[in-house]
């Protein structure tokens, strides 16, 4: 047994304006599907004043990556700093099919309750178990409807101003379930839930929601969605969405100023994982990883409205956290009854990043480990991504990338499928076949193929970093004690008479 005693540390510079005892709180923010629909990251047709005013207060991350494009497991390690398969959620949490973290993990929520900080859910949790994620004020989709907790934002506002009624140091957590889709649950108010408290018949009223009407001809679309009328007027209701959640974001921050906080609390915005598009949520590729992320902080005032082109994780947050707080960085990996050696935090901290951007940026990499998001859809891969390449590890190649039960409704991808079906142009950057069917293994220049479409992987003069990144994985997979690190290829025996020299035994199946 051991046992740790957490120290908050308080310093007081004297003659200096840093005073670390400032560093009381913490406003925890997730778009849910949320992308880079917002003035911030230089779309100029989606109104976003709310997240633009926080973002110019902000020090805004152009290169942040979630570990895994699903959402559950993106939560889960986001509040870890643990990846999908070092925590245990291995694709999404409810249903029947719920997948938890493992029992002794610590959360961050956990460790903050443990060192007396108040802890606060409002909106989408998503992940479980309980006790590993335990909340002092809860009000999520477990006991409520998603729609008034995740996207109703007088209701969000109005529990958001109950929690901040408090003099003790805090860390709230606002999952919003906007801009998720909604056509597979509630098509009654749109594919995006656009509809949704907007006043018209049948639709109820959300009082402090004006609600953006978007023109499908108007749009800007990434270069991930097929240029279709379909798609676009997928993309205007997605828009419309996003309003709710900037008003929202709006409505949040203002709380924290009326409660007198605001001076006091680092305030972080991100998402989940990609757009729900194809290419996007449960993919590898930029357009399903890349985050938006911005914070600010009431004390570090020196890169306010600037932009970082560090590589950073969602893996970050937790360390970023522990920092903020000045809880000791590695009190996150004990587990209760014994230390094990495997479960490090492989993040870092991100405040160093609010006061300067680093001198060398090139040896930076971010790593992806993602195994299914509905129960069907196993297809674990794992991902490296330096400032220029990216690799791809596809373990189950063989089978087509399967799609999630939201996205195939979407007419986004109905209109893929039905033209491709009638041999119709696609309008899309690829082919459905290419989609499906993935190598092995898929390496990109980003600085040349920043849309991930010509595979360099068989090239000779790609040997020496597809070798670089592959032993980087690998390197990955065995600190964070990865059961997949011996896969497709070969068994790994870690018991009996391997438990202290695990080995990856060859299957000869690597035709
Ligand atoms: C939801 O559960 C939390 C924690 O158990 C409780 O404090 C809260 O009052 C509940 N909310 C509703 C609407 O039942
Ligand atoms: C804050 O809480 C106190 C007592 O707990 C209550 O009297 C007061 O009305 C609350 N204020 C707000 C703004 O909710
Ligand atoms: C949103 O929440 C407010 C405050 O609780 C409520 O008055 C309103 O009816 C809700 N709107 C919808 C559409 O449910
Ligand atoms: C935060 O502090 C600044 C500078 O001390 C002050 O101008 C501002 O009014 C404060 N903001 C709030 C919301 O308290
Ligand atoms: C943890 O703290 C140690 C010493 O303060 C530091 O060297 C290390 O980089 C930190 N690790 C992380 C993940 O922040
Ligand atoms: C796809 O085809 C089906 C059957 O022909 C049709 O009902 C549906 O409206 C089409 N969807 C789209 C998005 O084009
Ligand atoms: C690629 O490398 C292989 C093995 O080293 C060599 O045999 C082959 O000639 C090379 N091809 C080119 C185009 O350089």
């Not at 405040?351 to 951007?357: G, V, W």
């Amino acid at each position: 047994m051991y046992n740790y005693i957490f120290l908050i540390l308080i310093y007081f510079e004297i003659g200096e304006t840093k005073i670390l005892s400032d560093k009381l709180n913490v406003l925890l923010i997730l778009a849910d599907d949320g992308g880079f629909e917002m003035g911030t990251y230089r779309n100029k047709i989606c109104q976003t004043p709310n997240l633009d005013q926080l973002a110019k207060n902000s020090l805004i991350f152009n290169k942040a990556f979630t570990s895994v494009s699903s959402c559950s497991p993106s939560r889960a390690a986001l509040l870890t700093g643990m990846p999908s398969h070092q925590n245990g959620i291995y694709g999404l949490h409810q249903g029947v099919h719920h997948f938890d973290s493992f029992k002794n993990i610590r959360s961050i929520s956990k460790i903050l309750k443990e060192n007396k900080i108040r802890t606060g859910i409002i909106g989408k949790k998503h992940v479980g178990p309980e006790n590993v994620y335990p909340f002092d004020f809860s009000e999520t989709e477990e006991n409520n409807s998603i729609l008034q907790v995740g996207r109703n934002i007088t209701h969000i506002k109005l529990l958001t101003r109950q929690f901040l009624n408090t003099s003790e140091p805090f860390f709230l957590y606002i999952g919003f379930h906007d801009p998720h889709r909604c056509g597979h649950t509630n098509p009654e108010y749109g594919e995006f839930c656009q509809r949704f408290g907007n006043g018209e018949p049948g639709m109820g009223f959300i009082p402090d929601w004006q609600p953006i009407i978007y023109q499908p001809d108007e749009l800007e679309l990434p270069y991930f969605i097929p240029n279709t009328w379909e798609a676009r007027k997928d993309v205007a209701a997605q828009y419309t969405t996003i309003s709710r959640l900037d008003q929202g974001v709006g409505l949040i921050i203002n709380e924290l100023k009326t409660s007198g906080h605001y001076n006091n609390t680092l305030i972080i915005y991100t998402s989940d994982n990609g757009i729900p598009f194809p290419s996007g949520r449960t993919n590898f590729y930029d357009s399903g990883i890349a985050e938006p992320l911005f914070i600010s902080s009431p004390i570090h005032k020196e890169r306010k409205g600037q932009v970082t082109n560090s590589l950073s994780s969602l893996l970050d947050i937790v360390p970023t956290l522990l920092d903020w707080y000045g809880i000791k960085n590695d009190t996150a990996a004990i587990t209760y009854n014994e230390v094990e050696e495997t479960d490090i935090l492989t993040g870092k901290s991100l405040l160093p990043l609010l006061e300067k951007e680093p001198a060398d940026k090139s040896k930076e990499i971010v790593f992806g480990s993602h195994n299914l998001h509905e129960i069907t859809m196993y297809y674990p891969m794992r991902m490296a991504r330096s400032q220029r390449y990216k690799l791809i590890h596809n373990l189950n190649y063989y089978a087509p990338f399967p799609i999630d039960q939201d996205l195939y409704v979407s007419p986004t991808f109905q209109d893929i499928l039905n033209r491709t079906k009638t041999n119709q142009n696609p309008f899309w950057y690829k082919s459905l076949r290419e989609y499906y069917k993935r190598p092995e293994w898929e390496l990109y220049d980003l600085k040349y193929d920043p849309e991930e479409l010509n595979n360099i992987v068989k090239k000779n003069s790609s040997q020496a970093i597809f070798n670089e990144l592959r032993n980087k994985i690998y390197q990955w997979q065995r600190q964070t004690n990865d059961p997949w690190i011996c896969s497709p290829h070969a068994v790994f025996e870690n018991v009996g008479k391997f438990k202290h020299d695990p080995q990856c035994l060859d299957l000869d199946n690597a035709w």
